[in-house]
């Protein structure tokens, strides 16, 4: 079991910047990746990036490639989401989650953090 705890977020102008953080504990060696969604009010959730644990290999939605920096730092099991240009409609809630192999569901562990970019 993979627990994890999202920090981060908040309420920003347009064009403004955030970083969240997600900081695995547990069974952290079974992690095979780790990634952000997020969720806005009516919308379904959706992918906005994702990186392998062992290869840093990452992946973006076309929505924020350009703006936003996933990354991650082995030792403390911690992944981060840059986001800069933030634009209005970047507003969700985001949720950090991760997969112990690239065939399961992902699990999302997290709490979720509320992102707000005022315009």
């Known amino acids: 079991q993979v627990h994890v705890v999202q920090s981060g977020g908040g309420l920003v102008q347009a064009g403004g910047s955030l970083r969240l953080s997600c900081a695995a504990s547990?069974?952290?060696?079974?992690?095979?990746?780790m990634g952000w969604f997020r969720q806005a009010p009516g919308k379904e959730r959706e992918f906005v990036a994702v990186?392998?644990?062992?290869?840093?290999?990452?992946s973006y939605a076309d929505s924020v490639k350009g703006r936003f920096t996933i990354s991650r730092n082995n030792a403390e099991v911690t992944v981060y989401l840059q986001m800069n240009s933030l634009k209005p409609e970047d507003t969700a809630v985001y949720y950090c989650?991760?997969?112990?192999?690239?065939?399961?569901?992902?699990?999302?562990g997290g709490q979720g953090t509320q992102v707000t970019v005022s315009s």
């Open positions: 547990g069974r952290t060696s079974r992690i095979y990746d």
């Open positions: 989650a991760l997969r112990s192999t690239p065939t399961v569901p992902y699990d999302f």
């Open positions: 990186i392998t644990w062992g290869g840093g290999y990452t």
